[in-house]
């Protein structure tokens, strides 16, 4: 099926085709007719499946249906757990809008940037609102935003939101927002807060899942490569000039670890950046886009990129740590072979990480082979871990507040 046979106006078809957008990939198929029928979505789909184009598309052609006169009112707002997510959303509905009889006015809300700057955009004039949830709130409170008008509600990756507390703070959007308007849901996963979240804001809602569907990481080379920690660099480096990848993107855990190692690489003449929480938000910005150009070879970055960015051909995505549950993996490596795309995704282990990878693979019911370098052969024995003291009970955090924690670092 080709996009004009998806009832998609002439503006918008060629916004898409100068996009190289050529055939709807199948959450696309399925959501856009849904969606321009005015159902109510709750979907589901694998990373890299194209989600994002599922729903600017046709939102953008309904609002430019009913535009009618006078300054622009929010009609769509759209809420995403993290700033970059967030400023892609916003370009999304920028670049498919661009030949409408009148361009939307978006305006992108994020923390790291002036508050009251963003209040200014928006009342200035504003069609469609991108924010992360957390600064929505923040401008929601001044109480200085007009939401009356407002038509569309749309959650990007909300599991993700679920981890910075956005089931308490559901109730003041809610009330904040018009209870006649269409909803659409998308979320990797869909636990049980999940499902009470969607059960409040979605009404008879049209369940979209492709789990039946072979998942797109099935068309990502997926590697496995036993090193020791200390050789990871070289083996990194090794590869790099063997396979001779063009851009490639490396996960790891820690944010000054991200750091040191992008200026190692630097010193050895890569074209090398690092990419974390805390960077400036204009630091994220342009090293995002410097990457996106093909003008950084190398990304060293936390998981802050892993879910829901849409950067084209990327080489390869490796894992120098591993992360921290199956279900980032399966985000981390989604970032090649994205919309379709064959993909490779190289993981370095050592003797610490087996029995946690060996959880990986069978929560993402995949089987690998291990590989070893030539001259870089995994070395001596695990280490043995210390059995430590019994917890002092109301002591020690709970995994909840754990994860609270480290998702609001993520997204800073």
Not at 158 to 165: P, Q, T
Not at 251 to 267: G, L, Q, S, V
């Amino acid at each position: 099926m080709s996009f004009s046979k998806l009832q998609l106006s002439s503006p918008i078809l060629q916004a898409v085709q100068e996009n190289n957008y050529v055939k709807p990939t199948p959450i696309q198929e399925k959501v856009i007719p849904l969606v321009l029928e005015k159902h109510d979505i709750m979907a589901k789909a694998q990373t890299g499946s194209g989600k994002s184009a599922s729903f600017v598309l046709p939102v953008l052609e309904q609002w430019a249906e009913n535009l009618g006169e006078g300054k622009p009112k929010i009609k769509v707002l759209v809420l995403t757990p993290t700033r970059e997510l967030t400023i892609q959303v916003a370009e999304y509905f920028s670049t498919f809008g661009t030949h409408l009889p009148r361009k939307p006015k978006v305006v992108s809300v994020i923390g790291g940037e002036s508050i009251g700057d963003q209040l200014f955009a928006i009342q200035k004039g504003c069609d469609i609102l991108v924010a992360t949830s957390g600064r929505f709130l923040d401008v929601l409170r001044k109480k200085q935003m007009n939401l009356a008008h407002l038509e569309f509600l749309v959650l990007d990756e909300a599991d993700k939101m679920l981890n910075l507390g956005f089931s308490e703070e559901l109730d003041l959007i809610l009330e904040a927002i018009p209870t006649q308007r269409q909803n659409l849901l998308f979320s990797a996963t869909y636990p049980q807060k999940m499902l009470d979240i969607a059960s409040k804001i979605t009404k008879n809602p049209v369940e979209v899942s492709f789990e039946d569907e072979a998942p797109t990481v099935d068309k990502i080379v997926q590697r496995v490569i036993e090193v020791n920690p200390e050789n990871r660099g070289p083996v990194l480096r090794q590869l790099m000039k063997q396979e001779k990848w063009k851009t490639v993107l490396v996960f790891m855990t820690n944010k000054r670890a991200t750091d040191n190692i992008a200026e190692k690489f630097r010193k050895r003449g890569y074209l090398a950046e690092s990419f974390h929480g805390d960077l400036t938000q204009e630091d994220r910005n342009y090293t995002l886009e410097q990457f996106k150009a093909k003008k950084i070879q190398i990304l060293f970055a936390t998981d802050l990129v892993s879910r829901g960015l849409d950067i084209d051909d990327i080489s390869c995505v490796i894992n120098y740590d591993l992360p921290r549950s199956p279900a980032d993996y399966i985000h981390r490596i989604g970032r090649t072979g994205r919309a379709g795309k064959a993909g490779l995704a190289v993981t370095f282990i050592g003797h610490d990480e087996q029995e946690h990878f060996k959880l990986i693979e069978k929560r993402s019911n995949i089987k690998l082979e291990r590989e070893q370098i030539k001259g870089y052969e995994l070395k001596g024995d695990a280490a043995l871990k210390e059995k430590g003291k019994a917890p002092v009970k109301g002591k020690r955090k709970s995994k909840k507040d754990k994860l609270r924690e480290q998702a609001l670092k993520d997204a800073e």
